[in-house]
């Protein structure tokens, strides 16, 4: 808010700054009830392969309809749940449920449904000492294999030091798929990629923007570079944000295969996923 005010003299700033912290604290306690009462659901924004057009997979979004405030964005409560913790239970609230939701959709459409699943993971569930058992717990209990769940973590989580590390390589021993999210934002170095079980790289929307933005080389330049680092060391990329049929052309040349975005499909509700599933198989077997 602050930022907004531009010239802000102190007078204004200070009283906002207040209300924030109030805001925050009430948002906070009314989250913790959130679960309870029933408030959160999650959406699912399918996740294209841009080349065959084909339906490859699906993230999972939460949103939060609060009964007073009505919908709350998950960019104003996510960072609330995570400094004050709430993201734990909040995380394993939403894993269980998209897992119980692709194991659904698997027995409705079979070879139609989706492969996997992608999880966003906050780094304080992978700093839990038991998260890598409770992964384990929720795929056996959903039936679903490893391979089946991807979970999305940021550049920041694969630097917070050698415990989130081990929890990841945990992970990736037993299966799981590992995708970095918001690519190229981030402080990792090349030579981490090495270093780090990751199976996909999650281009992030702002090199997506650039391309529509025309000439802004720089952008561009990650974008196309995120596209090459993928192919020499054999991960997945996949171009979050596409927002445009001009954007989509220019990531599919870079040799982007896997696309998502409002201009495919924005974030659906899990009956309206599930129709995109019943048009039949989703890949060439
Ligand atoms: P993210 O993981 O990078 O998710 C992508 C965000 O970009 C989503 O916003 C999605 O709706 C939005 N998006 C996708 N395509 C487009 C597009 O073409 N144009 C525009 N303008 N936006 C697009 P959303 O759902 O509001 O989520 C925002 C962030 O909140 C996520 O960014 C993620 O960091 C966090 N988040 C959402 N759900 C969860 C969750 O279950 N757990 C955790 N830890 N974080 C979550
Ligand atoms: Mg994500
Ligand atoms: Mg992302
Ligand atoms: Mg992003």
């Known amino acids: 808010a602050a930022k907004e005010s531009g010239k802000a003299s102190w007078q204004r700033f200070l009283p906002e700054m207040r209300q ?116 384990a717990a929720v795929l056996s209990e959903t039936g679903l294999l490893p391979r089946n769940l991807v979970l999305e973590v940021t550049e920041s989580s694969v630097l917070d030091g050698r415990q989130v590390r081990e929890t990841l390589h945990a992970l990736h021993e037993m299966g799981v798929r590992l995708a970095l999210d918001d690519f190229g934002t981030g402080q990792s170095s090349l030579s981490l990629l090495r270093a780090f079980p990751v199976d996909v790289l999650k281009l992030d929307k702002s090199f997506v923007d650039g391309i529509a933005d025309g000439e802004d080389r720089g952008r561009l330049a990650v974008a196309a570079a ?39 499909a924005k974030p659906l509700r899990a009956d309206e996923a599930g129709l995109l599933m019943a048009v039949g198989p989703v890949h060439a077997r």
Do not use: K
Request: charged share 20%; glycine share 10%.
């Open 226 to 264: 995120v596209a090459q680092l993928a192919e020499y060391l054999q991960l997945s990329a996949v171009a979050e944000g596409i927002e445009s049929e001009a954007q989509l052309d220019r990531l599919r040349a870079m040799g982007y295969r896997l696309g998502q975005g409002f201009y495919m």
């Open 20 to 135: 924030d912290v109030m805001n925050h604290a009430r948002l906070g306690s009314e989250l913790h009830n959130a679960i309870i009462r029933n408030e959160l659901f999650l959406l699912y924004q399918p996740v294209f392969d841009i080349v065959t057009g084909r339906l490859h997979g699906a993230e999972a979004l939460v949103r939060w309809q609060h009964p007073v405030r009505g919908f709350v964005s998950p960019g104003d409560f996510i960072p609330v749940a995570e400094r004050s913790g709430l993201i734990v239970p909040l995380g394993s609230w939403v894993l269980r449920a998209a897992c119980e939701q692709l194991a659904r959709w698997q027995a409705e459409h079979g070879d139609g449904a989706i492969r996997a699943v992608n999880v966003n993971v906050a780094v304080r569930q992978l700093r839990e000492p038991g998260f890598v058992d409770e992964v």
